[in-house]
Structures are given as structure tokens and as C-alpha cells.
């Protein structure tokens, strides 16, 4: 065991840059380390001060020469003979990893010994390591390194390694042809200290028994002359069986005979190899005759007059049979056998054609199935929908299941698309039969009709099943395309917007009047956006977008921020003047309702801004209160405990059901703008307003009249019982500062 601690000239901060190597350097330790050789001492006295040399030449952070010890029943472990670290580092001279075996070690570990059984340098970092090794080299304080193999007449001896503090060195061809010269001084010297062949094949049949992969080794005539335990297992053959027989017929496959020879007789000939030092997979026999996957790695050694070629083999079938599950989870169908949509794609591509179009078809009533009848029952309801198709399917057409919902067909060029959009729309219509109960399904088909590549025509028929246009089939034309551009366009401004948290985003204030009085009693926020690139967004637009994107929720709690914030600042500045404060109403989305801690929110932005519950009316239509009552009614009663008012807004556009309302905590019922448009002429209008207006009452709910936009509607309206009005008639929307400095009453709304 020999230390070397000498400090290299320029180390003071612990490392040296990796420009200073050069050739006369790596020759200038070469050749103090051949003087060496002359003399009789061990040659690691030798090699200590010249490592330190050679970390200052390469500017290393340690050098160091590790020796393997190996047998059949302790297993393989490394002792460091030599080491030189740069100032600061722990030495290794004498440590010893402990013996592992080969059921013992990692998985890098068993790579590693492999593939330095092989010959193989190995290099990289230690934070791409693993397991024992990355803790060793961790605690070693090795970054990056490089390691070459000793290799003593064929076998590995052991291992010679350099370290840079650099976790980006690289390795130049300079350096790397230096270094395996040294190592291979380092070889002839081992084999001079330890009278060369009888340690060696100790070694090497050591290492032989506790290889984890099949060892094979032939001579130049094709003839087995070694065959370790792990080879023994693999082919079903004894070593003392396969001795002397002839490579070719024993453990290759019939097929791959003749080729074996040939390469063989080629290489010896002077060919150059295809094999040697490369990693490829090929097939071997059994001894009864099963053949299986390899993968087999040839290096060729040389000693004396003899030519061996040893062959490191390692059974695959565990690889290969994983591979093609893969393969078959990534292109096929689990439920139904079929071809996904990465199948289908791979299959046409296979075939080399061009498509004539394609038609999807889109289930989604499917998805409630499964919510509501169990996953199990929906994937009957998927194969039964998938053996129709299939027993319905035109010649040369092709069927996947191309999502969770949805199906394909891939048809060849000169098939009528619009004959088999018909025939598939009635197909799908057609009631279906599971378990002996029956369903229908809403399925909604788009088809491309123009021949081309696979993947354009699966996006247009996908972009025509998803078109909201009227029709239960739909070819696809540019202009759906287009508008899914202008769509998509609009969706990333809005999420940009949004992100950028600015003014793209805004309220506007539109007036809640009391009918009799005309004064104002508070305002509804609603939304705007102003883009950059857009321009002025209807709300009709973005609001839809927003919903199906799944945005709403963001821009309603944008929305309800700025609102409390302007609720607050009007009423401050009217509590300065004494007059009554106004309230704010503020729209909640279906999907905010659902949000568990939406009453906490709520609370926390009240008290941030310093406004009472009472100020804050909170506006749900029909339809969201009807998609979940029961939810709906929970958080409404949660969000009244607040102190604030539910308004139920669009009253008559949904079910109408005055039903429901009985059971929730609702205080205001607005109605809609559609009542209003004949309410001063028709006299059957009036009447219905009068029923609801009088309804509401009886459950203690006050009445907001939407829509109102001339002063007969408003006359009308009072003279109905209604409590409060909004429209074009008292107030448009308005910015924050319009809203602020608006007056007390309307004085004007109140005559005629």
C-alpha cells in the first residue's frame, strides 16, 4: 500500500484547469514509470510519486490503482494499491470494498464487473450513478472520472481510475491514448511482480464462476475450450459436455449456422470484424433445441500463437418479452384488441399508402355509463360496440379505438365518404344490448374525405366530430380548421392575459335600480377583455371559451377581487358623505361552486377588503344549481352563513321550475331579458311576469327584472310588484371611475 500526498504545483484552491495536458508530460511519466521496471522493488513505490506527477500534468483531483480479488464463495471484492488525491481529499491507498457476490450486487455493480471483464473503460459522473458505487465515490469526493481496466494476459486484473473535479471533463484523444499506455505498463508490471500466468488463470477462473452472464470461450478453429457456470445454465450443457466441440454446432441455432462459419472464416482471413467489441443481439440453441434471445459482446485475445475469442451472452428473453408487452400497450387497445391511434398510424405507415380519409365517431355518453354503471360495464359496452363495427366494416378499411370515447376508420381511396357517413350514423343510432339491457348512444361522427397522409386525415375527421355545427355527421371543409385556429388563437391570448395578471382582464359596473324610487342600490361586475392583438372581446366569446378551456374559474375569482376592491373604495367615499352603502354582485360559475373551500375564500377576500357579507350578492344560473342541487344548496347555505345574498340569475332560461326553488337558500330571483321584449304590447307576457314576480314573493325572495330597456317595460314591471330593475334604461356598464361618481337616484327612470 503506498500513499501519495504531494501537493501538484498550482493546486492551492483545491483544483487545476483541464487545459494544461500535454503529450511530453503523459511520455515524461511513461517513462519514469518503464525506468522502474528495471529495478526490483515493488512496482507501486514506482507509481506513487509519478501519479502525483500525473495529476498535476492533467489537472486531477486523484489517481488511484485498484486490484480485484474474486472467488466462487466470498465473491468479488476491489483493494486501492496506489492513490494520489489533490490536497483536501481522503486517501484510498488500502481500503478494500467489501466482497460481494454476484446475487449480492447492485445492478451497476454486476454491469461494471461485466463490462471491465470485457475491457471496457468505463467513464461519467458520479451523480449519474447508483447504489453502492455512487456512495463510495461520493465519499471518496470523485465528481468525474475515467477508469480503464489492467488486463493481465486477457484477464482483468483490476482497474485503473482518474478523477477530475470538473463534472463536464472531458477526456481528450491525447489524454485517453496516454492513459491506456500507462495502464498497459501497469499490466506488464503486475505480470512481473506476480510471475504472470499462475495468478492469472487464479483470476480468471475465479471471475469466470461468479460471472452472472454466460462466458464462452473458442479458439481459432471454432472449438469450445471454456464454458463457465453461467453458460452452463443458459444452454443446458456441462462444461466437461461442450469441451472441444465446435462452437457452430452446439449452442447457434440451425439457421445461423452456415453465416457463423462464413463470418468466422472471413475475419481469420483478414477481414475486418463486425462483431468484436460491439453490442448485438442474435439468437442461441439449448441442448433441447429451444432457441431464445442473446445478447452477446466478442473480444478477441491473443496469446502466443493462439487466437481466442471469448464471448460474454446474457439471455434476454425476460427483455424481449417486456419489449413487446410495451409494444403492445403502446399500439393496441387493452379492451377491445383493436389498433389505438398510434397503431393505426404505425399500420398505414407499414403499408405505405395514402389514406382516402378517415371517419371518427364520438361517444360521449360513455363516460356517464362508466360513472354511473361501473367501469366494468362500460368496457362490455366498448367491446360490444367494437364488434359491430367491425362486422360492419368496408373492405380494406381499418378499425381503431382512437380514444376513451371514440372510434376510427381508415378508409382506402374510392370509397363514397358520405354513403359511409350514413351508414355509420344509423349503425351508431341503432340500439345496443348488453347483459340484457338495452342503451341508445349519442354518438357524434366526423369524416375526411380527401385522400392523404394518415395523420392529417385522423386530425380532420376528429376536427369535424368535435365541430359544435348543427348536424349528427359532418364532413370536414377549411373552414373548421380555421375556426379552430381563430380559437386556439384567442384561448392562448386568454391564458397569456391572464397569466400576465394586468388590466386585459377587467370589470365593468352595470347599475341595480329600485323600480319604484329609481335609486341605485348596488352594481353587477361583469367581465371584459381588451387584448392587445385581439382587440375588444365580446363577452359572448371569451366567457364560452373560458368555460371549455377551463379558465372560468380564473377569471372569476379575477373578477370577484376587483369587485370587492371597487365595493369597498364607492363605499367608503359614500360612508364619508353619509349615504348608504351599494352592494356588489358578482357571477360564480358551476365549477367554482364545486370548489371545496369556496365559502373560506370568499370570507378571507371579504375581510382583506373590508366589506360586510351583506354587500356581496353572489349570482348562479338555473343550469348550475341543477347539475348538482344538493351541492349547490350546501354551499349556498355556507356561503348565506357569510351574510351573503344568492341571486339566482337567468331565471327562465333553464328549466323554470319554480320546484326547486322552494328548497334553496336563494334571496333574489332575476329574470331574464327574454320577458321583457313584449312586455309593454302582449298581455299574455305581463301575466306570466306578474305569476313569477308573485311566486317569488311567496318564497321571500325580492325580484331583479333584467333587460329592462324602455320606460313602458319599467312601468309595466312596478305595476307588477317588481322590486328592482337592470338594463340599457338605467345604466350601461361602466368603468370603476363612471361607477364611483354615479348618483344616488334615476330620476328619469321613474316617469311614464
Known amino acids: 500500500m503506498v500513499d501519495a500526498t504531494i501537493e501538484p504545483p498550482g493546486m492551492a484552491g483545491g483544483m ?13 511519466v511513461m517513462s519514469g514509470f518503464i525506468a522502474g521496471l528495471f529495478h526490483q522493488r515493488p512496482f507501486a513505490e514506482d507509481l506513487a510519486p509519478l501519479l502525483a506527477r500525473l495529476g498535476a500534468d492533467l489537472a486531477l483531483s486523484r489517481a488511484a490503482l485498484f486490484e480485484v480479488h474474486s472467488s466462487a464463495a466470498a465473491g468479488l471484492c476491489v483493494t486501492c494499491r496506489v492513490d494520489w488525491a489533490r490536497k483536501g481529499l481522503p486517501l484510498l491507498a488500502g481500503n478494500t470494498h467489501p466482497p460481494v457476490r454476484p446475487d449480492e450486487a447492485d445492478a451497476l455493480q454486476r454491469d461494471w464487473a461485466e463490462r471491465r471483464t470485457r475491457g471496457e473503460v468505463i467513464e461519467g459522473r458520479t451523480d449519474d450513478l447508483t447504489g453502492y458505487l455512487r456512495a463510495f465515490f461520493e465519499a471518496a469526493e470523485i465528481v468525474s472520472f475515467y477508469t480503464l481496466p489492467v488486463m493481465v494476459d486477457g484477464r482483468w486484473w483490476g482497474h485503473f ?78 462444461r466437461a459436455d461442450v469441451t472441444g466441440r465446435f462452437l457452430g454446432d452446439t449452442i447457434i441455432p440451425t439457421h445461423l449456422r452456415d453465416a457463423h462459419r462464413a463470418g468466422m472464416a472471413r475475419y481469420l482471413a483478414g477481414a475486418n470484424p463486425h462483431i468484436l467489441g460491439r453490442r448485438i443481439e442474435v439468437e442461441g440453441a439449448t441442448r433441447g433445441g429451444r432457441v431464445f434471445p442473446i445478447e452477446l459482446t466478442v473480444t478477441e485475445i491473443r496469446t502466443g500463437t493462439r487466437r481466442l475469442f471469448t464471448a460474454y451472452l446474457r439471455d434476454i428473453s425476460d427483455r424481449r418479452r417486456a419489449k413487446e408487452a410495451l409494444e403492445t400497450l403502446a399500439y393496441s387497445d387493452t379492451v377491445t384488441g383493436l389498433p389505438n391511434r398510434a397503431g393505426l398510424v404505425r399500420l398505414m405507415r407499414q403499408q405505405g399508402e395514402t389514406v382516402g380519409g378517415a371517419l371518427v365517431m364520438r ?16 368496457q362490455q359496452m366498448i367491446a360490444a360496440i367494437a364488434a359491430r363495427l367491425s362486422g360492419h366494416l368496408p373492405a380494406q378499411a381499418h378499425l381503431g379505438r382512437t380514444g376513451e370515447n371514440e372510434f376510427a376508420i381508415i378508409f382506402p381511396t374510392g370509397m363514397a365518404p358520405e354513403r359511409l357517413g350514413r351508414q355509420f350514423e344509423a349503425l351508431m343510432h341503432a340500439p345496443l344490448e348488453v347483459e340484457g339491457r338495452r342503451f341508445y348512444l349519442d354518438a357524434n361522427l366526423g369524416l375526411a374525405a380527401r385522400a392523404g397522409r394518415i395523420e392529417q386525415s385522423l386530425r380532420d375527421a376528429e376536427m369535424a366530430c368535435r365541430s359544435e355545427r348543427a348536424g349528427r355527421w359532418r364532413v370536414f371543409d377549411d373552414s373548421l380548421r380555421a375556426d ?25 359596473f352595470q347599475p341595480v335600480v329600485e323600480s319604484r324610487s329609481g335609486r341605485v342600490l348596488g352594481f353587477e361586475a361583469l367581465a371584459r377583455w381588451r387584448s392587445p392583438r385581439l382587440g375588444q372581446v365580446t363577452p359572448g366569446a371569451f366567457i364560452a371559451l373560458a368555460e371549455t378551456a377551463g379558465l372560468i374559474d380564473r377569471i372569476g375569482e379575477l373578477i370577484l377581487e376587483r369587485a370587492l376592491g371597487a365595493c369597498a373604495r364607492w363605499n367608503a367615499a359614500r360612508a364619508a358623505l353619509g349615504q348608504a352603502p351599494r352592494f356588489i354582485a358578482v357571477n360564480l360559475a358551476a365549477s367554482q361552486l364545486t370548489v371545496p373551500d369556496l365559502a373560506e375564500r370568499i370570507a378571507a377576500r371579504l375581510a382583506r377588503h373590508g366589506v360586510p357579507g351583506a354587500m356581496l350578492h353572489l349570482e348562479l344560473t338555473e343550469s348550475t344549481l341543477l347539475a348538482q342541487p344538493d351541492a349547490a344548496a350546501q354551499m349556498m347555505h355556507r356561503l348565506r352563513a357569510l351574510g351573503c345574498r344568492i341571486a339566482i340569475d337567468d331565471f327562465g332560461t333553464g328549466y323554470s321550475s319554480f320546484s326547486y326553488l322552494q328548497h334553496l337558500p336563494a334571496d333574489v330571483l332575476k329574470i331574464d ?40 317595460a319599467l312601468a309595466v314591471l312596478e305595476g307588477l310588484g317588481g322590486d328592482a330593475v337592470q338594463g340599457f334604461l338605467t345604466g350601461h356598464p361602466m368603468p370603476l371611475e363612471a361607477a364611483l361618481e354615479h348618483p344616488d337616484g334615476i330620476a328619469w327612470a321613474r316617469q311614464g
Request: glycine share 10%; proline share 2%; charged share 20%.
Open 363 to 378: 361517444m360521449s355518453d360513455l363516460a356517464i355509463l362508466g360513472a354511473s354503471l361501473g367501469e366494468a360495464f362500460a
Open 161 to 238: 481510475c482518474v478523477s477530475s473535479d470538473e463534472p463536464a471533463r472531458l477526456w481528450t484523444g491525447e489524454e485517453r491514448a496516454g492513459l491506456q499506455a500507462l495502464t498497459e505498463l501497469i499490466a506488464l508490471a503486475v505480470e512481473r511482480s506476480h510471475g504472470r500466468r499462475a495468478l492469472s488463470e487464479a483470476t480468471r477462473l475465479a471471475m469466470l464462476a461468479a460471472a452472472l452472464d454466460g462466458i464462452v470461450t473458442i479458439d481459432e478453429a471454432g472449438q469450445i475450450v471454456d464454458f463457465n457456470p453461467a453458460a452452463e445454465a443458459m444452454f443446458g450443457y456441462s
Open 484 to 508: 379552430h385556429q381563430q380559437r386556439l388563437a384567442m384561448e392562448i391570448a386568454l391564458r397569456e392575459a391572464l397569466a400576465a395578471g394586468g388590466d386585459e382582464i377587467y370589470p365593468v
Open 673 to 712: 331579458r327574454a320577458f321583457m321584449t313584449e312586455l309593454a304590447t302582449q298581455p299574455r307576457a305581463r301575466k306570466i311576469l306578474g305569476v313569477m314576480i308573485d311566486l317569488a314573493h311567496a318564497l321571500g325572495m325580492s325580484v331583479v327584472a333584467e333587460g329592462i330597456e324602455t320606460v313602458e
Open 16 to 28: 487545476v484547469s483541464a487545459g494544461g495536458t500535454t503529450a511530453s508530460g503523459l511520455l515524461s
